[in-house]
């Protein structure tokens, strides 16, 4: 077989920043075990598979693997699949994704970028010693969404900025995603997130966390938009907007490879 894929930098506006997700259309679902081996030798944080949904509810299927699991949301590779067929039809003007476990999603075009519509996943209060001393910081706020993300609050994005975490420490724990975040600089809002539980130390720009990002800053700044940077090395800027039970983030992206799977 010979399979077309793409690989597009989310929530970027240049090549080498934002996400790097690979996006692979087919014409029929591959045995699992083959969407895995793929996504282990694309060794990027997320493939996305796509497949016409045949069901009438969306225009395409939509999965995400990561080099190690089958995981239940990413927004980054969301975007990316958007851009992909956006791009290639610029008479369309948004595409829909029926998910497995996340229910159907969007991307639309957006001046410039795009609007890509995800569930809000608003957290809880916990009590989690063990998660604050696997980032290595002495006090946070800490909350969690039932999904397996948690969202640590620090005072300042300097707190953030520093954090060296123990990723052995957070792997065990076992949460899909670690969040951290505080007031931004030149944001309202800065993050980062670490996933060593599903395969990666820390992961550039994660759409899926401003799922939970979005109604908790929302609530807190006591408006529905804001601006948010996650500060890996790469980097990367999303709008976030609360739109009742979802989210809506805007970002662009930018395709950097063309290529050819030989199977």
């Known amino acids: 077989m010979r399979l077309p894929f793409v690989q597009i930098d989310a929530f970027a506006d240049r090549p080498f920043t934002g996400n ?8 029929r679902w591959l045995d699992d075990a083959v969407l895995q081996a793929i996504a282990q030798e694309n060794n990027l944080a997320e493939t996305a598979f796509l497949v016409p949904d045949e069901t009438g509810a969306a225009d395409y299927e939509l999965r995400w693997f990561t080099p190690a699991v089958e995981v239940d949301l990413c927004g980054h590779a969301t975007l990316a699949s958007g ?8 008479a369309r003007s948004a595409v829909r994704f029926r998910t497995r476990r996340a229910g159907i999603l969007s991307v639309a075009r957006a001046g410039d970028g795009y ?11 916990v009590a989690m010693p063990e998660l604050l001393a696997a980032l290595g910081v002495d006090r946070g706020t800490v909350l969690c969404h039932s999904n397996g993300y948690d969202l640590t609050v620090l005072d300042d994005a300097d707190a953030v900025l520093a954090l060296r975490p123990d990723f052995r420490a957070l792997g065990r724990i076992g949460h899909t995603l670690n969040i951290v975040t505080a007031p931004g600089i030149d944001t309202d809002v800065v993050s980062r997130v670490f996933a060593p539980a599903a395969g990666i130390d820390e992961d550039p720009v ?3 966390a401003h799922c939970v990002l979005t109604p908790y800053w929302t609530s807190r700044l006591g408006r529905a938009r804001f601006t948010a940077f996650q500060a890996s090395a790469r980097g990367g800027h999303v709008d976030c907007e609360l739109t009742g039970d979802g989210v809506l983030l805007r970002g662009n992206c930018v395709t950097v490879i063309e290529g050819v799977f030989a199977l």
């Open 20 to 27: 790097p997700a690979a996006v692979m259309p087919l014409d």
């Open 83 to 90: 851009h992909f067929l956006l791009a290639d039809d610029p």
């Open 115 to 125: 609007a890509m519509a995800l569930p809000a996943y608003p957290p809880t209060p």
């Open 206 to 208: 994660t759409g899926s």
